[in-house]
Nanobody
Framework: QVQLVESGGGSVQAGGSLRLSCSIS??????????LGWFRQASGKEREGVAV???????SYADSVKGRFTISRDRPKNTLYLQMNTLKSEDTAMYYC????????????????????WGQGTQVTVSS
């Protein structure tokens, strides 16, 4: 059973930076491949994909965060990161780490329903 635990959220002023971390356990890389991603959900809105990384390390980003956010992974530490720079008030949301077992098609990368495992979330608040 894959378990995901996020950390690193907080309050920051617009233009600032935060780095989110997602500790991954129960992950069997010898037997399975996973697609990992970061999603966010603002109050009153649907959960949306922000950045994803497939098992080969290829990354994809939502248009709203391209050039500002970077997803990365430290395999020995089993940790997924999301570096967020030049934060805007519209980035305020609960951020979730997610994992999908196997390969996710390109058109489904940002669809929350295809991901099997989720963390509890970490809140990011950006004040203008």
């Amino acid at each position: 059973q894959v378990q995901l635990v996020e950390s690193g959220g907080g309050s920051v002023q617009a233009g600032g930076s935060l780095r989110l971390s997602c500790s991954i356990s129960g992950y069997n890389s010898a037997r399975n491949t996973y697609t990992l991603g970061w999603f966010r959900q603002a109050s009153g809105k649907e959960r949306e994909g922000v950045a994803v990384m497939d098992s080969a390390g290829s990354t994809s980003y939502a248009d709203s965060v391209k050039g500002r956010f970077t997803i990365s992974r430290d395999r020995p530490k089993n940790t997924l990161y999301l570096q967020m720079n030049t934060l805007k008030s519209e980035d305020t949301a609960m951020y979730y780490c997610a994992a999908a077992l196997g390969t996710v098609s390109a058109q489904s990368l940002f669809i929350a329903g295809v991901y099997h495992y989720w963390g509890q979330g970490t809140q990011v608040t950006v004040s203008s």
